[in-house]
């Protein structure tokens, strides 16, 4: 992927258009929002960037329940029990 | 860089994780909901960032960031990788000096005069400039990411990275929940589900 414009001292003033739209559509195609989109549907980059946004912060939203269920769960079984047991073996 | 997780990816995330509870396995029956929550999700950050064995500016970032959390933690879970190296390491040196960009930026438009298809281009991108300082907010180490390009080639490893760790967290919380007669059960999914890719 190297681009002569790139290559300048300082790469931050001229971005390729190509670069650009070539990274924006392999966003595009992580995005679950997007991609359950007719093919025929338009998407600008800005959208995409609003939805990639939005899709980080809801995965991180998501690690945090699952952080949060899984320590009630160490909390809440009997040290002894067959459970207990269990679990520590999933994870430990 | 791989578009989607792969089940090399998971096993190593589900290793790593596992590696750093057991760090906190002689501390996790004396501690509260609140620490063993911290606990859970610092090592299956650690785990995720070192997926990536410093490559990417956004697994660095996270590993110095957790590392201020929990210093110990890391320096354990690293503890094969050069641990010192990846916290101590500078960031990337691509964030461009921003008075040098801005004053450049001026002088470029003063030399132009600029078409009407220009003029609709600046306002594209500055409107995908706005956006992309969402992205920097939400990726770690975006701060130091002033190149656009660079940016959306972390954010697109980092979400790759972000879904493995909730593929396999998920996995096992649903196993755990279950409860111990249908524990055999998850687990041969989730077994199933790290092959299957």
Request: glycine share 4%; aromatic share 4%.
């Given at each position: 992927?190297?681009?002569?414009?790139?290559?300048?001292?300082?790469?931050?003033?001229?971005?390729?258009?190509?670069?650009?739209?070539?990274?924006?559509?392999?966003?595009?195609?992580?995005?679950?929002?997007?991609?359950?989109?007719?093919?025929?549907?338009?998407?600008?980059?800005?959208?995409?960037?609003?939805?990639?946004?939005?899709?980080?912060?809801?995965?991180?939203?998501?690690?945090?329940?699952?952080?949060?269920?899984?320590?009630?769960?160490?909390?809440?079984?009997?040290?002894?029990?067959?459970?207990?047991?269990?679990?520590?073996?999933?994870?430990? | 860089?791989?578009?989607?997780?792969?089940?090399?990816?998971?096993?190593?995330?589900?290793?790593?994780?596992?590696?750093?509870l057991q760090i906190y396995r002689?501390l996790i029956?004396?501690?509260?909901?609140?620490?063993?929550?911290?606990a859970?999700?610092?090592s299956?950050?650690?785990?995720?960032?070192?997926?990536?064995?410093?490559?990417?500016?956004?697994?660095?970032?996270?590993?110095?960031?957790?590392?201020?959390?929990?210093?110990?933690?890391?320096?354990?879970?690293?503890?094969?990788?050069?641990?010192?190296?990846?916290?101590?390491?500078?960031?990337?040196?691509?964030?461009?000096?921003?008075?040098?960009?801005?004053?450049?930026?001026?002088?470029?438009?003063?030399?132009?005069?600029?078409?009407?298809?220009?003029?609709?281009?600046?306002?594209?991108?500055?409107?995908?400039?706005?956006?992309?300082?969402?992205?920097?907010?939400?990726?770690?180490?975006?701060?130091?990411?002033?190149?656009?390009?660079?940016?959306?080639?972390?954010?697109?490893?980092?979400?790759?990275?972000?879904?493995?760790?909730?593929?396999?967290?998920?996995?096992?919380?649903?196993?755990?929940?279950?409860?111990?007669?249908?524990?055999?059960?998850?687990?041969?999914?989730?077994?199933?589900?790290?092959?299957?890719?």
């Amino acid at each position: 992927m190297s681009n002569r414009r790139s290559r300048q001292s300082s790469s931050a003033l001229r971005i390729s258009d190509d670069q650009m739209i070539d990274l924006v559509s392999k966003l595009c195609q992580l995005l679950p929002e997007i991609r359950e989109r007719r093919r025929s549907d338009k998407v600008s980059a800005s959208k995409v960037l609003q939805e990639t946004c939005n899709y980080i912060r809801k995965l991180h939203r998501e690690v945090d329940n699952l952080s949060d269920r899984l320590s009630q769960l160490l909390d809440a079984v009997d040290e002894d029990s067959h459970e207990a047991s269990v679990i520590r073996s999933l994870l430990m | 860089m791989h578009m989607q997780p792969t089940s090399s990816m998971k096993e190593e995330f589900l290793q790593k994780w596992q590696m750093g509870l057991q760090i906190y396995r002689p501390l996790i029956d004396n501690t509260s909901v609140s620490e063993r929550r911290k606990a859970i999700k610092l090592s299956a950050d650690v785990a995720m960032a070192s997926l990536r064995r410093g490559t990417t500016c956004w697994s660095r970032a996270l590993i110095q960031k957790t590392a201020t959390e929990d210093n110990f933690l890391v320096r354990q879970m690293l503890s094969g990788i050069k641990a010192e190296t990846l916290i101590n390491k500078k960031l990337p040196k691509v964030m461009c000096h921003r008075k040098i960009v801005r004053r450049s930026k001026k002088i470029l438009r003063r030399r132009k005069s600029r078409s009407a298809i220009e003029e609709v281009a600046a306002k594209a991108r500055k409107l995908v400039k706005k956006k992309t300082q969402g992205l920097r907010n939400v990726v770690p180490g975006g701060e130091f990411m002033s190149n656009d390009v660079l940016l959306i080639q972390e954010t697109l490893d980092y979400i790759v990275s972000l879904q493995t760790q909730v593929n396999v967290m998920r996995s096992i919380v649903d196993a755990a929940e279950a409860g111990s007669e249908r524990t055999a059960y998850y687990l041969g999914k989730l077994k199933f589900a790290i092959e299957d890719g």
